[in-house]
């Protein structure tokens, strides 16, 4: 049986348009020669995720998303994804979007819960959750550190304002001129250290021999305390007390007149006796000087010295 050119065109034209279709529905998550299970979930935002993003469950790809689209005015969308896998979870499990880092896309993953009896089924709607992603993450960490940073920079603004406003031109020459100032001192200092030095170094050997004869002091110190320590001192302080008390009894003695000590110093008569006898003695020299042959006379024939004769009173 032969076909015609346009019957063979028109059996081509159709494979491609069901291939075209075929095509076209498998790039959108739809695969008409598989049995899997299809559910929904509806959220307000879906944070970037597009159809034919992977479905996980426990990291583990299960399908994907077929549809995106607006639920209806209120402008929720509702997410039709497709799950392959037979695996059994609950109607209450979570599809949870998550992902989205700088260079890969969202994904959408199930949260699975293990309640019997309540076992989801193609065409329910599970409930959704969006994760935050690696943007939002660092938005967040970063938020607090940008109002940080802002008011530092509110800070430092008025800090420098405050600070042009105090270093006026006045107060920029005063500033220079304390510099200026202590530069001078600085110089002043180091010229006073390097005398010091000079005057360190040619006294050396002086500062030596003093330091020397400063140990030697030291260690004649240290010698006479050592023999200090070994004196008796309570034997002198015995000593010492015993004398005071003897000079304190002759004091006494002498205050109250008893023995011939006291006598002389207390007893005026013989103070006068003393005297008259001190004149006594006084005549008698003069009169030996007046007449000394009187008392010492050399003679051969054994003259009479003569008599005696008192003194004048003018000599006395």
Same mark, same amino acid.
Not at 18 to 34: E, R, T
Not at 94 to 109: N, R
């Given at each position: 049986m032969k076909y015609t050119k346009e019957v063979k065109t028109a059996l081509l034209a159709l494979v491609a348009i069901?291939?075209?279709?075929?095509?076209?529905?498998?790039?959108?998550?739809?695969?008409?020669?598989?049995s899997s299970r299809t559910f929904y979930v509806v959220y307000n935002d879906v944070e970037g995720l597009t159809p034919s993003s992977p479905v996980t469950i426990n990291g583990l790809e299960v399908g994907n998303v077929s549809s995106? &689209?607006?639920?209806?005015?209120? %402008? +929720?969308? @509702?997410?039709?994804?497709?799950?392959?896998?037979?695996?059994?979870?609950? !109607?209450?499990?979570?599809?949870?979007?998550? &992902?989205?880092?700088?260079?890969? %896309? +969202?994904? @959408?993953?199930?949260?699975?819960?293990?309640?019997?009896?309540?076992?989801? !089924?193609?065409?329910?709607?599970?409930?959704?959750?969006?994760?935050?992603?690696?943007?939002?993450l660092v938005n967040e960490r970063l938020t607090p550190l940008q109002e940080k940073v802002e008011k530092v920079i509110v800070s430092t603004d008025s800090l420098i304002n405050a600070f042009n406003q105090v270093m006026d031109e006045e107060a920029r020459k005063d500033l220079r001129k304390s510099f200026k100032d202590l530069s001078l001192t600085v110089a002043s200092l180091k010229s006073t250290a390097q005398s010091a030095d000079n005057i360190f170094s040619e006294n050396a050997p002086k500062l030596k021999r003093t330091f020397t004869n400063l140990d030697e002091m030291s260690t004649n110190l240290n010698n006479i305390s050592d023999t200090i320590s070994k004196v008796n001192i309570k034997k002198m302080t015995n000593d010492l007390e015993q004398a005071v008390a003897n000079f304190e009894d002759v004091t006494n003695k002498l205050t109250n007149g008893e023995g011939t000590a006291a006598k002389l110093i207390n007893d005026p008569t013989v103070y006068n006796n003393l005297e008259r006898a001190t004149n006594q003695l006084d005549e008698l020299i003069q009169d030996v000087k007046l007449n000394p042959k009187r008392y010492v006379h050399f003679s051969i024939f054994g003259k009479n010295p003569g008599p005696y004769s008192p003194p004048k009173d003018s000599l006395k």
């Open positions: 069901l291939l075209f279709i075929f095509g076209y529905s498998f790039l959108k998550g739809k695969n008409w020669f598989d995106i &689209g607006f639920l209806d005015t209120s %402008g +929720k969308l @509702l997410v039709t994804f497709s799950v392959e896998n037979d695996f059994p979870f609950s !109607k209450n499990s979570i599809a949870q979007v998550y &992902g989205g880092g700088l260079i890969g %896309g +969202k994904s @959408l993953a199930i949260l699975p819960e293990y309640e019997q009896g309540n076992l989801a !089924k193609s065409g329910d709607t599970l409930q959704g959750e969006i994760e935050e992603g690696l943007l939002e």
